[in-house]
């Protein structure tokens, strides 16, 4: 036979279960806890990354060694004087801290509006349109301090012909041609698909 247990009132309640009551009783508190049981799964992630975290611990702490090593070295290689400037660094880590929730609605905008997969599919961001991107930058750099150190002096038609006789105005031109003939091209096929 099973024995008879006194009534609930009769029995001794311990001080801590009556204060778990009472803040069960909070509907903050009992806010707070139907929002944990709610994200339980994330939660049960968030430990698991947590313990492994903890369990490799000693290999991220040896590459993070490792990384500052690399930063040390690298910044005395540079040869600045008192190699990195440490305060200037934190100074731009926070500026840019501070600009990602500036930046993350039209970060979020770009991807909705399939921009980023526009540009992919595009090929501008391709391995060979790179390159010639790459090209054209340093040209138009080079060409910029040549302007302004022996800048070419176009007096009208007979001296802009003349520069013609220039193996590398000629390669230039010759090139420019040719993209703006692919240009035509692509147009072209565009007005097609739009007929």
Do not use: W
């Not at 007096?155 to 590398?168: I, N, T």
């Amino acid at each position: 036979m099973s024995e008879v247990l006194p009534p609930s009132h009769a029995r001794e309640v311990s001080p801590q279960i009556v204060a778990l009551v009472e803040r069960l009783e909070d509907p903050r508190v009992a806010s707070g806890l139907q929002n944990l049981l709610d994200h339980v799964d994330l939660l049960a992630i968030l430990v698991i990354g947590l313990d492994g975290f903890v369990g490799r611990s000693e290999l991220i702490g040896e590459a993070l060694a490792e990384g500052v090593s690399d930063v040390r070295v690298l910044a005395e290689s540079t040869g600045a004087p008192g190699g990195v400037d440490i305060a200037a660094t934190v100074s731009s880590l926070v500026a840019l801290t501070s600009a990602l929730p500036k930046l993350t609605p039209a970060l979020t905008r770009l991807v909705d509006e399939d921009v980023v997969a526009g540009m992919l599919d595009s090929g501008i961001l391709a391995p060979d349109s790179l390159a010639h991107i790459g090209l054209l930058a340093t040209a138009v750099n080079r060409g910029a301090t040549d302007a302004i150190e022996s800048p070419i002096a176009v007096k009208g038609a007979y001296s802009m012909l003349r520069q013609l006789k220039d193996p590398d105005v000629a390669r230039g031109l010759g090139y420019t041609l040719s993209i703006l003939k692919a240009v035509g091209r692509e147009l072209a096929a565009d007005q097609q698909k739009g007929q």
